[in-house]
């Protein structure tokens, strides 16, 4: 039987996502040679698994959507399964960027250059975020008749040129929530943690300056948003674990990947909202497992788990939109509250085709010609300081 919460059409959907993702692969040469570009071995495992944790999220909305249809609320439905899909993906996702920043923090001996950070962040996030941010003021306009309340407009527009510093709720009076699913909230934690990154890091140059990092460290786990900024300490501690353990024997052998199969099996099991302490200690050994070469039987270390980790970030920012668009297309001929759940899941199969397909054109037109950018300074950076050195 299938309905709209069904668990197995989650793995038959992902099943037929991977195999469209191999076809773009094969038949776009720029992300071959982006993919062989990229450093092997270390961490490798790590690339692969941000395209997954990615659409694991469009799951959790696409789900979340059919509701909101029902009741005119979007919030996030209390559905097991497909609520620990997107809460587990964003707790790894924290946790891998508080881990890879760190680790660069303690390569550095806590010494950050602060400017290049924030500049490299900048290049990164931003062209996508604004691109996606236009596409979703575009759409409320459309939807208003181009009624517009200026005051209201202004103001939405500014809080999306905070990059996601402020979340934006609301463009013209007019809720966002059920066009970008409210994902940005996620990116106010990251800028947050990158600006607080240089301050902690003074932590790691000896015990006399670790007391400087204490009071941004008591002011994150005080806050009301403690059960988030948890997450990136546990990133922190798994940088830590691995500088003193940089390798696990047992995690180079194949029957290692049903470590973190098992760990999220738990999760699901015994943590019914995500969230928790229990699901972070947990999600830091599936992490770590990664980390230390569990790699899904070798799925994350194949070209297409790497292609989808490459397009990661436009999905994660794009899915909502192109749900919201096919979704809303198919309700003004024919009400969604109507249709079976055969045809639902169809929709969800089409919204994810596109969605890939239109993430794989933002990264190589929106995306990569910034992250070139910053790859030319890094290389200028580089060449710089060898220069100094023979001088």
Do not use: C
């Amino acid at each position: 039987m299938l309905d709209f919460t069904t668990i197995w059409i989650y793995f038959l959907i992902l099943g037929i996502l991977v195999g469209f993702s191999i076809l773009l692969v094969r038949n776009f040469p720029f992300y071959r040679k982006i993919i062989k570009e990229e450093e092997r071995g270390r961490f490798e495992s790590l690339d692969g698994l941000r395209g997954f944790l990615a659409i694991n999220v469009f799951f959790q909305h696409a789900v979340t959507s059919h509701f909101y249809f029902q009741s005119g609320v979007w919030e996030i439905v209390p559905i097991r399964f497909y609520r620990h899909l997107g809460g587990e993906a964003v707790i790894l996702f924290f946790i891998l960027t508080s881990f890879l920043y760190w680790s660069k923090a303690i390569a550095q001996k806590g010494d950050i250059d602060a400017g290049a950070l924030y500049r490299s962040r900048f290049l990164r996030l931003a062209p996508m975020y604004l691109f996606t941010a236009g596409i979703i003021i575009f759409s409320i306009f459309i939807q208003s008749g181009l009624d517009i309340d200026i005051r209201e407009t202004v103001k939405g527009i500014l809080s999306f040129l905070s990059l996601g510093l402020i979340t934006t709720t609301s463009v013209n009076n007019i809720s966002v929530l059920p066009i970008n699913a409210g994902i940005h909230w996620t990116l106010a934690f990251e800028w947050v943690f990158y600006l607080m990154l240089p301050i902690l890091a003074v932590s790691l140059k000896g015990k006399k300056m670790f007391i400087m990092a204490l009071p941004l460290a008591f002011f994150a786990l005080s806050s009301p948003l403690r059960g988030y900024w948890a997450i990136f300490l546990f990133g922190i501690m798994a940088a830590h674990i691995y500088k003193k353990y940089p390798e696990i024997k047992f995690f180079q052998k194949s029957i290692s990947s049903l470590v973190p199969i098992l760990g999220v099996v738990l999760i699901y099991f015994i943590s019914y909202k995500p969230y928790s302490f229990t699901q972070y200690f947990i999600s830091l050994g599936v992490f770590l497992s990664f980390v230390y070469g569990a790699d899904l039987f070798g799925l994350l270390k194949t070209e297409v788990a790497k292609f989808l980790g490459t397009i990661s970030y436009s999905v994660y920012l794009i899915h909502s939109i192109m749900l919201f668009a096919i979704l809303n297309s198919i309700d003004y001929f024919y009400p969604i509250t109507s249709i079976s759940p055969t045809v639902f899941w169809s929709l969800i199969l089409f919204s994810g085709v596109i969605t890939i397909s239109v993430s794989s054109l933002t990264y190589r037109y929106v995306e990569y010609p910034f992250i070139k950018r910053i790859k030319t300074r890094k290389v200028e950076n580089l060449k710089t300081k060898i220069i100094d050195q023979i001088m």
